[in-house]
């Protein structure tokens, strides 16, 4: 099973059970720990982890708007999720100066790991306790070797006045002694070309970091502005469409009541063709018609009695007729002419009676039918009124949820903004990290061929003082 065991940001083997912030995957991780399980932190903990404690509070949201639906609900979410990305820009910067400060005093004191160092009381950056003591022990072996290449120096400086001594070795001596020098010098050079590839390859390496760094906050920036831009603006005019098809559609109700309406009151009879259509239910056009004939038969039996006598004189002027008999032909005939009428006439008020009845069942119909009609026509304003009240509604809603929309939109393509600020603030962090590691490790480099060059010279003024006499 694969565990940590090296610093990622720098490459230093870290101490048992020791604890780093790992930048590259904004997680901690700790020495002995399996790959892959270390802990992602919010923004907030972020801070906190880099300046070295952990922080388990949650960061306070921003106040937002209630939503009104699932999808609204979830976009709200998102947003106050990524607010917190200008705490992260926040905590980048404050590690950069961190690490930049530290990388000075790893520079000033010739170190190689951040965990030799630590801070004094005035905040500063400087070897710790261990670290010091290595440091005092190299410095005195340098105050060694340094006393030792000066008593060599005057020991060839010495051995320089006196007599050579003279062996029957002394040329095989002096051969050993060159082969050896060349062979200082071979190693030395071959160790400085070594020292100079991995130079090469180191400035590859870094340089291949800032490159990528550069290209994958391009990639990120672009993706942002693309969904900033296109992305953001093709939304906005989708909901707009959506909100423009609600509208019209809320209205369409509206539209189809009134249509309705005025249908209705284009199929409504009129009062006179209900009055005429009761009046042929009722049979008032037969009893009227009855009523009239009744009336032409009584004006015809009345007739006939107001002409009788005259009639009578008419038919028997000529005839030895007497006044008493004519009188008597006038009362004898008069007689059924007079019950007649009387039949008449009190058939003739049963009928007016029955038509007056009619009459009166008509007029209450068409009192009653006018009621309806009102009331219908009260009930078709009353839908109409709401249909009407229903569109604006629904395009009140229609209007408010383009105006979140709009607004969602807006704060989100900020939170982009300052994401592309936090990407360009993490691939300077990153560059700057490279080019101060190269430089760093040029520094060593140019230690380690100052060092070798100087190792070359001390073994071979150790070989030239082996040549001279004691």
Request: proline fraction near 3%; aromatic fraction near 4%; hydrophobic fraction near 35%.
């Amino acid at each position: 099973m694969a565990t940590y065991e090296y610093n990622p940001n720098t490459g230093a083997k870290l101490k048992p059970g020791e604890t780093v912030w790992d930048v590259a995957n904004n997680r901690l991780i700790t020495q002995g720990q399996e790959y892959g399980s270390g802990s992602s932190y919010t923004s907030a903990q972020n801070a906190a982890a880099q300046a070295g404690t952990t922080q388990t509070s949650t960061p306070a949201s921003l106040p937002v708007s209630t939503p009104t639906n699932a999808s609204q609900t979830a976009q709200v979410a998102d947003l106050t999720n990524k607010v917190n990305v200008a705490q992260q820009a926040v905590g980048v910067k404050n590690q950069i100066t961190n690490l930049q400060a530290q990388q000075a005093a790893l520079s000033q004191y010739g170190l190689s790991d951040t965990n030799q160092l630590s801070q004094n009381a005035s905040g500063q950056w400087v070897p710790n306790a261990s670290t010091q003591a290595q440091l005092d022990q190299i410095a005195g072996l340098k105050t060694n070797i340094s006393n030792a290449q000066t008593a060599v120096a005057n020991k060839t400086a010495t051995s320089a006045t006196a007599t050579p001594q003279t062996t029957p070795n002394a040329n095989q001596a002096i051969s050993t002694a060159t082969a050896q020098m060349n062979a200082n010098q071979t190693a030395g050079e071959a160790a400085i070309s070594q020292a100079g590839s991995s130079l090469d390859d180191k400035f590859k390496e870094y340089t291949q970091q800032m490159t990528d760094a550069q290209n994958e906050s391009n990639a990120k920036t672009e993706a942002l502005l693309k969904k900033m831009g296109e992305d953001s603006t093709a939304q906005l005019l989708a909901q707009f469409q959506t909100t423009q098809q609600q509208i019209a559609d809320g209205y369409k109700s509206y539209f189809d009541e009134q249509e309705k309406y005025l249908e209705a009151l284009k199929n409504q009879p009129t009062a006179v063709q209900q009055l005429q259509t009761f009046r042929e239910q009722q049979g008032l056009p037969q009893m009227e018609q009855q009523l009239a004939q009744i009336d032409q038969t009584i004006i015809t039996t009345e007739t006939l009695l107001s002409n009788l006598e005259s009639d009578i004189k008419t038919r028997t002027e000529g005839l030895p007729v007497s006044q008493a008999a004519a009188n008597r032909l006038i009362a004898i005939e008069s007689k059924p002419l007079s019950k007649q009428l009387s039949e008449q006439l009190s058939a003739r008020q049963k009928l007016a009676a029955g038509l007056e009845t009619k009459l009166n069942t008509v007029n209450q119909f068409m009192s009653a039918a006018s009621s309806d009609l009102a009331t219908q026509k009260e009930t078709a304003l009353a839908k109409l009124g709401f249909a009407k009240e229903k569109a604006e509604i629904t395009g009140d809603l229609a209007t408010d949820s383009l105006n979140m929309f709009q607004t969602i939109q807006t704060n989100m393509n900020q939170i982009n903004a300052l994401r592309i600020d936090q990407i360009s603030n993490d691939t300077q962090y990153r560059q700057a990290l490279a080019e101060m590691g190269f430089t760093y490790y040029q520094q060593q480099v140019a230690e380690q061929k100052a060092d070798i060059k100087d190792r070359v010279a001390y073994q071979n003024e150790l070989v030239k003082s082996n040549l001279k006499p004691t």
